[in-house]
């Protein structure tokens, strides 16, 4: 069996493999998740598709594909540019992610908040909502008026989620302070509707009250080895596991691609 990703339901995160079947992750258990013997990691493909060669990716690669597949999903991606006729309307937002780590994103409206859960954003609030062209030409207005980015590395995101401020309305200051600053700007599309603040905040959803700082991160998975612990806390991509070392994170990215033996989770 193989792990397609980690996905975000209105219940938590949850595994998805290969066959559709799902394995519920929820704070306190114990889980154990091991690579089957003698195995080889294979690229993920894209869009649905299977990798037409199945060729073989690094271990540390956290996109999971080879070259040609990720020039293909890049090339479908809305974050690449490179479509244009997409009808659905989508939401321009800004989420935060610790002190100073705050972008400007797009997403489809009918996703809801899930392209946030899958960052690990913090917190977020809307700002607007309209056409696919002009919510990419306020994404490129707010980069450059309010001087932040469409991206934040994981390396920094894990970096502060144990450090992050107690109250809530500590966690929502800086966005609530770029909202003020975006609405206020003149030069935004005409088709695009601007949204209030409502700053929507994940903490409790992600686990991350009282988060001890983690010890390691897993870099790599290997053939016939194994990575499990207790789960305290599951952000994006990322699962906070807590072993007799310390809390380590691993990052489910890596796990696409490697044969799995079934995983064991203990209450």
């Given at each position: 069996?193989?792990?397609?990703?980690?996905?975000?339901?209105?219940?938590?995160?949850?595994?998805?493999?290969?066959?559709?079947?799902?394995?519920?992750?929820?704070?306190?258990?114990?889980?154990?998740?091991?690579?089957?013997?003698?195995?080889?990691?294979?690229?993920?493909?894209?869009?649905?598709?299977?990798?037409?060669?199945?060729?073989?990716?690094?271990?540390?690669?956290?996109?999971?594909?080879?070259?040609?597949?990720?020039?293909l999903d890049r090339a479908h991606s809305v974050a690449a540019d490179t479509l244009t006729d997409d009808p659905r309307?989508?939401?321009?937002?800004?989420?935060?992610?610790?002190?100073?780590?705050?972008?400007?994103?797009?997403?489809?409206?009918?996703?809801?908040?899930?392209?946030?859960?899958?960052?690990?954003?913090?917190?977020?609030?809307?700002?607007?909502?309209?056409?696919?062209?002009?919510?990419?030409?306020?994404?490129?207005?707010?980069?450059?008026?309010?001087?932040?980015?469409?991206?934040?590395?994981?390396?920094?995101?894990?970096?502060?989620?144990?450090?992050?401020?107690?109250?809530?309305?500590?966690?929502?200051?800086?966005?609530?302070?770029?909202?003020?600053?975006?609405?206020?700007?003149?030069?935004?599309?005409?088709?695009?509707?601007?949204?209030?603040?409502?700053?929507?905040?994940?903490?409790?959803?992600?686990?991350?009250?009282?988060?001890?700082?983690?010890?390691?991160?897993?870099?790599?998975?290997?053939?016939?080895?194994?990575?499990?612990?207790?789960?305290?806390?599951?952000?994006?991509?990322?699962?906070?596991?807590?072993?007799?070392?310390?809390?380590?994170?691993?990052?489910?990215?890596?796990?696409?691609?490697?044969?799995?033996?079934?995983?064991?989770?203990?209450?």
């Amino acid at each position: 069996m193989e792990v397609l990703g980690l996905r975000w339901s209105a219940e938590g995160p949850e595994l998805v493999w290969d066959g559709g079947r799902r394995s519920a992750l929820t704070w306190g258990k114990r889980v154990t998740f091991g690579v089957a013997e003698g195995g080889v990691r294979t690229c993920a493909g894209t869009r649905g598709h299977a990798c037409p060669v199945g060729a073989a990716v690094p271990g540390r690669s956290t996109g999971g594909r080879c070259e040609e597949c990720a020039r293909l999903d890049r090339a479908h991606s809305v974050a690449a540019d490179t479509l244009t006729d997409d009808p659905r309307p989508y939401h321009v937002y800004l989420a935060w992610f610790g002190p100073g780590m705050t972008k400007v994103g797009i997403t489809a409206e009918e996703r809801g908040s899930a392209r946030l859960l899958e960052q690990g954003a913090v917190c977020f609030s809307w700002l607007g909502v309209g056409p696919l062209m002009a919510a990419r030409r306020t994404e490129e207005l707010l980069r450059a008026a309010l001087r932040v980015p469409d991206r934040i590395p994981y390396v920094e995101k894990r970096a502060v989620r144990a450090a992050l401020p107690q109250a809530a309305a500590d966690r929502a200051g800086e966005v609530a302070e770029l909202h003020a600053r975006a609405v206020a700007l003149g030069g935004w599309p005409e088709s695009l509707v601007r949204e209030p603040l409502r700053v929507v905040d994940h903490v409790d959803v992600f686990g991350l009250a009282g988060l001890s700082v983690a010890a390691g991160e897993v870099t790599e998975l290997v053939a016939g080895g194994a990575v499990g612990g207790e789960l305290v806390a599951a952000a994006g991509p990322d699962l906070h596991l807590a072993t007799e070392g310390g809390v380590v994170v691993l990052d489910t990215r890596l796990m696409t691609g490697w044969g799995w033996c079934p995983p064991r989770v203990v209450k």
